[in-house]
């Protein structure tokens, strides 16, 4: 079973060409994604585009029609289930059954024997100030307290790769820094975490690498901060004093106005340089015609790189 | 641990705990009792109202004259009594004929002889035992007379002599040629409820599992639980944990039931240690103002019954019995359990397991029609074939094995069992697989039959 993987340097998960058809359509078309070791990695894409599916492979919860997954360098395989721990969109939990009766049930179905589920456990709910909670029926929980207890049984056993699929849904603003402080914990553990969801802030603020799944299809790929260098596209915000007209009438044909104001922060303009001018130029033009306070590159975000990436895709086909 | 005994425990657990197992298994007795004590108790309840019928007899054939006045040749029995009424004519009991209390009126005709037709008359239908009572005695009544108009000599002691009652017992030949006294009755009835305790089995317990499966997939747990466990052995695991929660239950039920119904029994209604008939005939017999019918050989034979039952119970190989019942009873279980977690797998939620449960339950239900008739026909062709039959095998099998199946029958109808079980779940499991991620479509069989072909 545990046949080697092809796999380059230290990467926990490799996917290689996956296919996944579902009767007349096709869910994932050849996606490779490689997820190095130790990283938080985002698994991004519009709704429908065949992310739960490829989580699903991972978790061998269906299998591939081609194409494969290599864990650690071998061949995918159950053994390696108790090495992930997977939290996924849809979720839920025995309505009837109790709070702590259930979480123990679920880790022992990691692997976990019964005094190490207990221990780690009671750890858990007091960090999570869920102590009167083990007695109760699940449905007697909120859907926040619900989701508390999902999340630890998924990291109860302190998997090797966890897997969290939009893991903030529901969480109200307190809950979702403290299951943040948690996931950058488990990094710093050594953990490797997927992560997908369509909430571009927490991925900027969490993930070092990438993929954009779209159409079943990928369509970016990579480190974050490098995918953010390749998409800038050479705008600047300026704050200046002075007649906001100069600037109209002033730039040079290759500076473009896109936005002026006046707000809290002063007077303030977005330019962007076109063609082959740089930012050096852009500051002498300026410099005849204002006085700058501030200067800054606006680098794309991830929202705006997602909106594009899409876009322009769609349109191709 | 392995991971499907974990399953099979929190099933179990989770199951037993329930309150309404809880209530079932005090109340299922109860229910179990009620079934064969409340029928007992309306049957000694009709009897126990004393029922006058009235007799205007024109043709005076009916009537004796004795010390006491006119009485009637039709025999009373313990709760049905007939009463001559002369110079009264039938009209008098017209008109509120409720208010005179009585049950009837018989009016024999004076051409009785030649019309062999009399008249029964009430406000009530009248039962059909007190008929049966009253075409019989005049019956013989008649015949006798008959008879007599012959004159042949000494007819009553030559009538006496001829009385006969036939009964015809039923010798079963053991191999080594022992001969074993059975009653059909009792045998059909051990078939009869071992089949369809099977059955309820079946139903019950498939549609436990079907409702756990829609309920894994309702509260979204599933997806969690197959990335920990093979989706093969949630499925397994859920069929044998509340497999063992209905024999569990069964067990419990056969305990509390046996204690119930020999203990009410014992309370409330001894005299039924007799059965109805043989009460009949002793109020007959030791009823002194009844004319002394010759009925001597039939209550010897009556008398019998319950050496007659036990001996029939004997002869019926309890192990062979309790054997093929427990194979039958685990194995169509686990067959129909598949088949119910299948549907489970492919709906959302109760209501539309409708039309997909209606092809499942249909063999089943076919069965039980089939072991009726096998009741009567233990051997003919279509109680064979049904019972060799997979899918019918369990309920019909089990009304013709304590009439004595030949081996091989056995054999093959079992083994064909166990395979179609292997066959059904491995089906079962792929389809489940893919079933149980399934939201928002209203699927057919022709969906199911899709994911059937879906690489693992």
Known sequence: MNRACESSGANLITARAVVKDFSGHRALNKVSMEVPEGSIYGLLGPNGAGKTTLLRIINQITAPDEGNICFAGEQIAPEHRPLIGYLPEERGLYKKMKVGEQALYLARLKGLSRQDALKRLKVWFEKFEMGGWWDKKVEELSKGMAQKVQFITTVLHKPRLLIFDEPFSGFDPINVNLLKEEILQMKSDGATIIFSTHNMASVEELCDHITLINESETILEGDILQIKEQYRDNKYLVTYDGDPERLTGGLKPYFKLLKSEENGMGKQATLQVMGSGGSGELIRNLVELVEIRSFQEILPSMNDIFIQVVKNASGKK | ?456
């Open chain 2, 1 to 456: 641990m392995s991971k499907t005994s974990l399953i099979i425990q929190r099933e179990y657990l989770t199951r037993i705990r329930k309150k309404s197992f809880i209530i079932m298994s005090i109340l299922g007795p109860f229910i179990f009792a009620a079934y064969v004590l409340i029928p007992m108790y309306f049957a000694t309840l009709e009897d126990k109202e004393e029922k006058t019928v009235v007799v205007i007899d024109d043709s005076k054939l009916f009537t004796e004259y004795g010390p006491g006045g006119a009485t009637c040749v039709i025999p009373d029995t313990e709760y049905l009594k007939f009463k001559i009424i002369e110079d009264v004519p039938l009209e008098t009991f017209k008109m509120g004929f409720d208010e005179t209390g009585y049950y009837a009126v018989l009016f024999i005709p004076s051409n009785i002889l030649a019309s062999e037709s009399s008249l029964i008359y009430s406000t009530k239908q009248t039962s059909l035992d007190v008929i049966g009572h009253i075409e019989s005695a005049m019956d013989s009544e008649l015949e006798h007379l008959k008879l007599s108009t012959h004159e042949i000599e000494d007819i009553e002691r030559i009538l006496e002599e001829v009385e006969t009652s036939i009964d015809v017992r039923n010798i079963k030949w053991t191999k080594d040629g022992e001969t074993q006294e059975t009653n059909t009755g009792v045998i059909m009835a051990v078939g009869y409820t071992g089949g369809l305790l099977i059955f309820f089995f079946i139903f019950f317990f498939g549609s436990q599992v079907m409702r756990g499966v829609i309920e894994e997939k309702v509260s979204r747990i599933i997806e969690v639980i197959v990335s920990s466990v093979r989706p093969f052995q949630l499925m397994m695991g859920k069929i044998i944990g509340v497999g063992l929660t209905g024999l569990t239950q069964f067990v419990i039920w056969i305990i509390f039931s046996a204690i119930l119904i020999t203990g009410l029994r014992a309370a409330f209604f001894p005299e039924l240690n007799r059965t109805p008939t043989e009460q009949v005939v002793a109020s007959d017999l030791f009823d002194p103002e009844a004319t002394p019918a010759p009925q001597g050989p039939v209550g010897e034979v009556e008398l019998d019954m319950a050496q007659e039952i036990f001996a029939s119970l004997q002869s019926i190989n309890a192990w062979v019995m309790i054997g093929s019942f427990l194979f039958y009873f685990i194995f169509g279980y686990l067959l129909y359990a598949a088949m119910f977690a299948v549907i489970g797998s492919a709906v959302d939620n109760e209501t539309d397991t409708q039309q997909l449960i209606f092809p499942v339950i249909l063999p089943l239900i076919l069965g039980i029609y089939v072991m009726i008739s096998a009741m009567n026909n233990p051997d003919a062709s279509l109680p064979f074939w049904f019972s060799i039959i997979p899918f019918t095998s369990p309920v019909v099998m089990m009304v013709r094995i304590p009439f004595g199946v030949p081996w091989w029958q056995v054999i093959l109808s079992g083994s064909l069992l166990v395979g179609t079980f292997l066959g059904m779940t491995w089906v079962a499991g792929k389809v489940y697989r893919t079933g149980i991620l399934m939201y928002g479509k209203k699927n057919s069989y022709k969906e199911i039959w899709k994911w059937l072909r879906y690489s693992s």
